[in-house]
């Protein structure tokens, strides 16, 4: 189980664009991610007309390293890290270390 997976709210911790949040658009193999409106690059593409895509300059995300962001804890309004637990039933749930709170209920 990942600490930190799709659709997380995220603050990015070092960086150009420390101190943002936004939520992980998908994972880019296990060492990085896509989060949305952060790292945010300018892509000079080429027109295809055959696909119907013009040419110009995009702006989007690139990917950043995941031990540069940190799950997003409502109730402290910070970035904390994250660890498993197992609960009675056995199953695993990810919680806050700094608080001890559960960060995700099924």
Known sequence: MKKIRKGDK?????GRDKGKQGT???MIED???LVESVN???????????KGVTGGIIDREA?????NVALYNPATGKGERVGM???QDK?????????GEVADVK
Request: proline residues 8%.
């Open 40 to 50: 945010m690059i300018k892509r000079h593409t080429k027109p295809n007309p055959n």
């Open 91 to 99: 199953s695993k749930v990810r919680y806050f270390k700094k608080s």
């Open 31 to 33: 060492s990085h991610v």
């Open 85 to 87: 637990r197992t609960m």
């Open 24 to 26: 992980v658009l998908r």
């Open 10 to 14: 995220v603050m990015v911790l070092t």
């Open 63 to 67: 990917p950043i390293h995941i031990s």
